[in-house]
C-alpha cells in the first residue's frame, strides 16, 4: 500500500511510438517491491562473506605469472609502484561501486545502477557486456586448472587419461574435460545457497592467502640472507623509467578486477549501507597489499631481466636454493584459480535476474528456488554455458573482449555516480524509515476515500500486493511541510534548464574521455594527430571537471536510494 504523487502530464505521450523506450529509467527498488511471485533471495552475508567473495574474486593465478612479465617488460624493480599506482585507479571505481551498491541494494551490479541512472539502453548493453565478461572470464579461469593440477603433482603425465587435455584428431580443438567438471562442481556448489558456497570460498581464499603470506615471510628471509641483489643494480629503481612504470600499472590494473563481484551480491547482504562499502574497500585493500609485498620480494630476489616469465615465484625460490617452495606456490596458484572460478560464477545469475525482472529476458531467469533461495535455474544455464566453452574451445583469444565489457562496466558506474550526484532521476522514493507510517496512513485515508469521485485528483490509493513507494515528480509541488521536510523539494523545482546543461557538460567530459584515451592509446595514428586529439580531449575533460566542481550538486541526491546512501 502506498501513495503516488505523480504528473498527468507525461501520460500525453504514452501512446506514442519513440525511441524514447532506450533512455527510460526504473526507480530504485523499494523494501516492499522485492517481495514478488518468483520468490526472495536469502540475505546471510556480512563483512566477512563480502570480503572473501571479494577477494577470492580478484586474486586469481594471474599475480603468480603477471609479476615476472610486468617487471621484465615494463617496470623493473618499480614494480611495487606499479601495483600501488593501479590500486589507486581501481580504488576510485570502488567508491563508485561503493556508492551505488548502498544506494540501490539491488542483484544487478552495473548494469542495475546504469538502468536507474542512465537509462535502458545503456543498460541492456552493459548487461549483455557483463553476461560476456563473465562467461569468457570463467572459461579461461577454468581452462588454467589443468595445467596447474597437472604442475602441482608432477606433470602432465600423472593426470588420468580421461582428466588430461587431449586433441580431437584432424582439428586443432584441444578439449579440457577437467575444466568442465570443475565448472560443473562450482555450479552445483553455488545452487546450495550463497551461505554454503561463500563459506567455501573462505576456506579455499583463505589457503590461497597463506601461500602469498608464504612468499612474502620466506622470501623475505632469503632477501635479507642474499642482500636484495634485485635492488643493487646500476639502471637504478625506474629502468624502463616513469612511463615504463605507469604503462605497467595499466597493465596490472587488471589484476585488480574483482570487487565488482560484491556488489552483485547486494541484495543478499544483511546490512547493505554499512557491509558493502567495508567490504569491497576492505578487500581491495588486502588485494593491493598483498600484490605490493609478493612484487617487492620477487624483484628483489632475482634482477628483473633474468626473472622466468612463466614462473616468476618459484623460479625466484628455485634461485635461492629452496626448489620445495614450488609445491606451497602451486598450491597457492590452484587454490586461487578455484577462487576465481567462483567468483566469475556468481555473479553472472544475479545478472540474468535483474535483467529478467525488468522484462528484458525472459522470465525464466529470476526465479529463485525456495529452499536455497539462489537462482538455481540461472546459475545452471551459466554453468552449462562456461562449462561448453571451457571443453571446448581456447578462449584464450577472446580474453580481450572480458577487458572491453569490465572497461564499459566502470565507465558507466562512473557517469552514474556523476548524474546521481548533479542531476538525479526525478522520482525520489520515500526513505524506508518513512515508507512504514505513509503505508498506514495511506490506507487509512484510501477507506475513507472511496467514497469520493473527484476527478483532478493526483493520489492513487492501492490495495494490491506489489507495494510502491511514495514517488514526487520533479514538476510536483507539496505543500505538506512533512513532505518538504524529507525530499527537499523545493531545491531542485523549476530546473530543467540547469539539468540539461549539466547533462551536456557530463556528455562532453565523457567524450573527451573517450577521445583521449583513443587517442593516448592507438599508436597507428600520427604523432601530430595524436597530440591534436589528447589536446582536444584533455581540454573537454579539464573543463568539464573544473565547471562540475564549481558549481553545487542536487541536493536531491541526499534522499536518492536506500537510507540515503552508505550508513
Not at 561501486?97 to 536507474?116: K, Q, V, W
Not at 520515500?430 to 512504514?436: A, G, M, N, T, W
Not at 507539496?478 to 557530463?506: C, T, W
Amino acid at each position: 500500500m502506498g501513495i503516488r504523487v505523480d504528473s498527468r502530464e507525461g501520460g500525453k505521450n504514452g501512446g506514442q511510438c519513440s525511441w524514447r523506450f532506450l533512455t527510460r529509467r526504473k526507480k530504485v527498488d523499494s523494501p516492499s517491491k522485492n517481495n514478488n511471485s518468483h520468490g526472495q533471495l536469502a540475505k546471510e552475508l556480512t563483512v566477512p562473506h563480502l570480503m572473501a567473495i571479494g577477494v577470492g574474486a580478484t586474486i586469481g593465478a594471474g599475480v603468480y605469472v603477471l609479476v615476472g612479465t610486468v617487471a621484465r617488460e615494463h617496470a623493473g624493480p618499480a614494480l611495487p609502484l606499479s601495483f600501488l599506482v593501479a590500486g589507486l585507479a581501481a580504488a576510485l571505481s570502488a567508491l563508485c561501486y561503493a556508492e551505488l551498491a548502498s544506494r540501490c541494494p539491488s542483484a544487478g551490479s552495473a548494469y542495475h545502477y546504469s538502468y536507474i541512472c542512465v537509462g535502458e539502453g545503456v543498460a541492456w548493453l552493459i548487461g549483455w557486456a557483463l553476461i560476456l565478461e563473465y562467461t569468457i572470464g570463467g572459461a579461461a579461469v577454468a581452462r588454467g586448472i589443468t595445467p596447474n593440477m597437472a604442475a602441482l603433482i608432477g606433470g602432465a603425465d600423472n593426470l588420468p587419461s580421461f582428466l588430461s587435455c587431449q586433441r580431437i584428431p584432424g582439428t586443432d580443438i584441444v578439449i579440457d574435460p577437467f575444466a568442465a567438471i570443475m565448472i560443473f562442481i562450482i555450479t552445483g556448489l553455488l545452487c546450495t545457497g550463497i551461505k554454503e558456497s561463500t563459506r567455501v570460498q573462505s576456506i579455499v581464499t583463505s589457503v590461497n592467502i597463506c601461500a602469498l603470506l608464504f612468499v612474502i615471510v620466506a622470501g623475505g628471509y632469503l632477501g635479507f640472507k642474499s642482500g636484495w641483489v634485485g635492488y643493487e643494480l646500476p639502471t637504478g629503481y625506474f629502468p624502463f623509467g616513469v612511463d615504463g612504470m605507469l604503462a605497467g600499472s595499466s597493465t596490472v590494473f587488471f589484476a585488480y578486477i574483482g570487487f565488482d563481484a560484491v556488489a552483485s551480491t547486494a541484495e543478499e547482504v544483511k546490512n547493505p549501507q554499512r557491509d558493502l562499502p567495508l567490504g569491497i574497500g576492505a578487500s581491495l585493500f588486502l588485494c593491493c597489499g598483498l600484490y605490493m609485498m609478493v612484487s617487492i620480494v620477487v624483484v628483489g630476489l632475482v634482477p628483473y631481466y633474468a626473472i622466468n616469465p612463466d614462473t616468476p615465484i618459484s623460479s625466484a625460490f628455485a634461485d635461492n636454493g629452496m626448489q620445495w617452495a614450488a609445491y606451497i606456490i602451486n598450491a597457492g596458484a590452484l587454490t586461487a584459480l578455484c577462487a576465481s572460478l567462483m567468483g566469475g560464477i556468481l555473479p553472472q545469475p544475479r545478472i540474468l535476474m535483474a535483467m529478467a525482472r525488468d522484462g528484458l529476458l525472459p522470465p525464466f531467469f529470476s526465479e529463485i528456488n525456495k529452499r536455497s533461495q539462489v537462482p538455481v535455474k540461472s546459475t545452471i544455464v551459466t554453468g552449462i554455458v562456461a562449462a561448453v566453452l571451457a571443453f571446448s574451445m581456447d578462449v584464450s583469444q577472446l580474453a580481450g573482449m572480458v577487458s572491453v565489457g569490465t572497461l564499459l562496466a566502470f565507465t558507466t558506474v562512473a557517469v552514474s555516480v556523476l548524474i546521481l550526484r548533479y542531476i538525479p532521476p526525478d522520482e525520489v522514493p520515500l526513505p524506508p524509515s518513512l515508507q512504514e507510517p505513509f503505508d498506514s496512513v495511506s490506507l487509512q485515508y484510501g477507506q475513507s476515500y472511496l467514497g469520493t469521485n473527484e476527478k483532478d485528483t493526483q493520489a492513487n490509493v492501492g490495495t494490491c500486493g506489489n507495494q510502491e513507494p511514495l514517488l514526487v515528480k520533479e514538476d510536483v509541488s507539496v505543500d505538506y511541510s512533512l513532505f518538504a521536510k524529507h525530499l527537499a523539494i523545493g531545491n531542485y523545482v523549476h530546473e530543467g534548464n540547469r539539468r540539461k546543461f549539466i547533462g551536456l557538460v557530463i556528455a562532453f567530459t565523457c567524450f573527451g574521455v573517450f577521445v583521449l584515451t583513443y587517442a593516448a592509446s592507438d599508436t597507428t595514428l600520427l604523432s601530430s594527430i595524436r597530440f591534436a586529439l589528447c589536446g582536444v580531449g584533455g581540454t573537454l575533460l579539464l573543463s568539464g571537471f573544473v565547471f562540475l566542481a564549481c558549481i553545487d550538486q542536487d541536493d536531491a541526491r541526499h534522499n536518492f536510494g536506500h537510507s540515503g546512501g552508505m550508513a
